[in-house]
């Protein structure tokens, strides 16, 4: 059976990936942000996810205002990197899984959510940057370390969906996931965000204070997270802070409760709030003998790791 082990949240800046191709990750204003998420590289590389369901939204580059989708999923065999207006980025095409992809397109539209099905696709941005974020610099000719499903998500243009939408689309996707007969170690990305306003009188707009509220209840209480009207993201956190929204199908998909392994935040990236987490799924093996011997639930974090362990040494 298919899992997904945790869930990544990560902002997706488009000057992160520019400082990325041109070499300036050394530079004091860029190795702040960079140096962030050194620790979850690591983490990545010990976890090694065969697949990556990544919802993002596109920035007019697949679609255009005259054709947004709410909800569009990647079901090709590849997805090859967008044009923004400087070319390409120099990273390598995006692999998908359509096997999985069509599962999870299946199962989600029989629970009732319409998705678009998307056959051909190209990734912007809003995809290429918390890759690289959390797989490092990949060169253009060789491969990024797991295959990927897109997801994307209108958050461009009025009306998106609400954050509830999101969460139980969240949970449309993890049933999905584990209805899927292969063993695969799945994770999935919620990107975007988080406080930022790019034009308009309140142009550079970032409240630290909403952003960690929202890091918070997302590891410990998103129940408090599904209920924020759209106006509220707009008036607290700015207009494409809207984006958050993504964060909550990627929550959606994971345990009720969570180990949170990793955050970090820093201000600003360009005119964005950069935030990052990390929220893991206890073991499915914990958690059964948890409830098994009704044991309290500080020792099942115990039991995870040693079901961890057990698997690194089988
Ligand atoms: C910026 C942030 C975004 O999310 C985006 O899509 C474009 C630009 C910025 O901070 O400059
Ligand atoms: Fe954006």
């Known amino acids: ?40 590289q690591a983490w990545m590389r010990e976890t090694k996810p065969d697949v990556a ?25 590849e997805f090859p990197p967008a044009d923004e207006g400087w070319g390409p980025r120099p990273v390598p095409v995006v692999k998908g899984h359509p096997a999985l992809a069509s599962h999870i397109a ?38 990024w370390p797991c295959l990927v499903i897109p997801l994307a998500v209108n958050v461009v243009m009025y009306p998106p969906p609400t954050g509830h939408r999101c969460y139980m689309l969240g949970r449309a996707i993890r049933k999905a996931v584990e209805s899927y007969p292969e063993d695969l170690k799945v994770v999935i990305f919620g990107t975007g965000g988080l406080s930022h306003q790019i034009s308009g009188p309140r142009a550079g707009l970032i409240n630290s204070k909403w952003d960690k509220n929202f890091l918070d209840n997302l590891s410990k209480n998103p129940q408090k997270l599904v209920k924020i009207p759209h106006i509220d993201y707009m008036r607290e956190a700015g ?10 199908i990627m929550r959606g998909a994971l ?9 970090f935040y820093t201000v600003p990236a360009s005119n964005t709030a950069v935030g990052h987490i990390i929220l893991a799924n206890r073991s499915r093996a ?15 974090k115990r039991a995870a790791a040693l079901a961890k362990a057990d698997r690194v040494r089988s």
């Not at 005259?66 to 990647?74: D, H, K, R, V, Y």
């Open 1 to 40: 059976m298919a899992r997904i082990v945790a869930g990544i949240g990560s902002s997706h800046v488009p000057a992160i990936g520019a400082a990325l191709d041109n070499g300036k990750t050394e530079e004091p204003y860029w190795k702040r942000v960079f140096s962030g998420f050194e620790k979850s």
């Open 53 to 77: 369901i990544i919802v993002y939204n596109d920035h007019a580059s697949a679609f255009s205002v005259e054709m947004i989708p709410t909800f569009a999923l990647g079901c090709a065999a």
């Open 106 to 143: 299946q199962s989600v539209i029989l629970d009732e959510f319409d998705l678009t099905i998307c056959n051909k696709m190209e990734v912007d941005h809003g995809m290429t940057v918390p890759m690289n974020l959390l797989f490092g610099k990949v060169d253009k000719n060789a491969h």
């Open 239 to 248: 207009a494409e802070g809207i984006e958050m929204v993504m964060w909550l």
């Open 255 to 263: 345990d009720d409760k969570v180990d949170e392994v990793y955050r």
């Open 286 to 300: 914990a958690r059964k003998s948890a409830a098994k011997s009704k044991r309290p639930a500080g020792k099942i």
